[in-house]
């Protein structure tokens, strides 16, 4: 299911939504997941008239917890996978969830989630070898034979990850560090039973997802996920894929992705990850971004792509830089890419292209060459003097989405609180507000924009400060762990998001 694109849709269609990773969602098990928080939160978006859940990338993060640096662009991330839901499948006990840790109810303590959901996972597997459910093996016969073409490298990687003590695969001092086709088949054989393990916890992840997806269809909602445009250098992909990327010999890195100074961070912003080889990916007409796209879509409606510019130009940073200053700007595939995904996959393509920071009339052009609805930022527009393209009076299209705040940003009330008095006294007059109650001053301000689609983080909902904040650009630690509480999404909360989602003409 997706809401039809710009193109298709020549009606005045108006959606709206939320904001929020499941990670962050009330669960007994320290961590939000894909169970009964997750239905809830969808029952709650039904009730109020949404239309739209946009969630984080739901790959399996690496050290930092950020979703945008994972060890798979295909794989789901193991600690959604909800022990409930595992135990109606009968492959977990009552028995086997206790003892249940303190978990801090607000926060998600990523180490203590992963040793305790890692036991669990054990004995599920254990439980799976003894299943008589033939359904479910039938099922994961089904699911290991339709994602072959990515499955079998991961759970490799991963398996050869343990081997190797959690060592990155470029330090890796054998013949897994490039296997040929018989080494591969020698490894596979000798870690057979991890590679088993990985492919059995993926089977349940997406098990979990496509049902909570088709829940969510079902209730008209859509979900929009978010790709980040570079893949880890310690991930599966780049192992895999070595001649698609930038890299020497030895398996480091040529150069490195990053952004150059901006809003966020007066040394750019340094990710680290390895740069694509284009010259190799145009030579089999992009397929690896094909299929990648091609999944991506069948695992939501919409597909936001993170730092959408990079397919214009990307920053460049020489390998071993301490910060991003020096880099260089270096030509993208442009629209040969996107071009030859159309052409693959037919039809317009539903992605969104998250297109903040240095934006050029170059990247603008690509763009709107396909018709991919741009983020507009509220807060942006409000941060400092003068006009800015981000106010609502300043939109020059509706074909954008209009958020109060992305995960990057603070909440607003935290922005609010922490920004200049000249700006939220601008704040004040522009929404004729006494600022008592900003969070949703916002969320009206961006509902009643002519964007097609607004769209406010759940912490915007509850009226949360810097507290609850999900991320800092450029702050590699204490990032990505906030969680909400059962009982705060309530139904009067519902009902008053309701109504001025029909004021706005958004119901549907």
Not at 79 to 91: A, F
Not at 378 to 386: E, H, R, S
Not at 446 to 475: H, W
């Amino acid at each position: 299911m997706h809401f039809k694109t710009a193109k298709e849709d020549k009606t005045n269609h108006r959606y709206s939504g939320v904001l929020a990773h499941p990670t962050s969602f009330p669960s007994p098990y320290g961590i939000g997941d894909l169970g009964q928080g997750a239905y809830d939160f969808i029952d709650f978006l039904a009730e109020a008239g949404q239309h739209l859940w946009q969630v984080l990338p739901l790959g399996p993060t690496t050290v930092g917890d950020s979703p945008y640096q994972g060890f798979s662009v295909f794989a789901g991330q193991p600690l959604l996978i909800s022990p409930d839901l595992l135990k109606r499948k009968k492959l977990l006990t009552e028995e086997d969830l206790r003892p249940l840790p303190d978990f801090n109810p607000d926060k998600v303590d990523y180490e203590q989630v992963l040793t305790y959901k890692t036991g669990l996972f054990k004995k599920a597997y254990t439980h799976f070898h003894h299943t008589a459910d033939k359904n479910l093996l039938e099922e994961y016969e089904a699911f290991c034979g339709s994602n072959q073409y990515w499955l079998e490298d991961y759970c490799l990687f991963m398996a050869g990850k343990n081997y190797h003590e959690g060592l990155p695969w470029y330090e890796w001092e054998d013949n897994l560090l490039n296997p040929d086709a018989s080494s591969r088949a020698k490894w596979l054989e000798v870690l057979e039973d991890k590679v088993n393990y990985y492919k059995f916890i993926q089977f349940i992840f997406f098990s979990q997802w496509y049902d909570l997806k088709k829940y969510a269809n079902e209730k008209g909602i859509a979900i929009i996920g978010d790709m980040p445009i570079f893949p880890s250098l310690d991930s599966a992909d780049v192992w895999a894929n070595k001649k698609l990327f930038c890299l020497d010999p030895k398996g480091y890195p040529l150069e490195v992705a990053g952004v150059p100074p901006d809003y966020f961070s007066a040394t750019g912003q340094l990710w680290g990850n390895p740069l694509y080889n284009w010259e190799t990916h145009a030579l089999d007409g992009y397929r690896w971004w094909i299929e990648r796209i091609r999944y991506q879509l069948d695992e939501v409606d919409y597909v936001r792509i993170d730092h959408f510019r990079g397919f214009e130009a990307y920053w460049a940073v020489p390998y071993g830089e301490e910060t991003a200053l020096n880099g260089a700007w270096k030509k993208g595939p442009e629209e040969e890419l996107f071009l030859a995904v159309k052409k693959a996959l037919g039809g317009e393509l539903p992605i969104f292209a998250e297109d903040l920071g240095v934006i050029t009339p170059e990247v603008e052009r690509l763009r709107d060459m396909f018709e991919f609805p741009g983020m507009k930022v509220l807060q942006f527009g409000f941060d400092g003097g003068g006009e800015s393209t981000f106010l609502p009076h300043q939109l020059d299209t509706r074909n954008c989405i209009c958020y109060t705040g992305t995960h990057d940003n603070d909440t607003s009330l935290g922005w609010y609180t922490n920004t200049s008095e000249p700006n939220r006294d601008k704040v004040r007059r522009y929404m004729n507000t006494d600022g008592s109650s900003i969070s949703w001053d916002f969320i009206r301000t961006c509902l009643g924009t002519i964007a097609k689609y607004a769209i406010f983080p759940v912490q915007d909902l509850l009226k949360l400060g810097s507290e609850a904040r999900m991320n800092i650009p450029g702050s590699p630690m204490g990032n990505w762990n906030f969680r909400f509480r059962e009982g705060l999404l309530n139904k009067e909360m519902a009902e008053t998001l309701r109504q001025m989602t029909v004021l706005y003409g958004r119901l549907g």
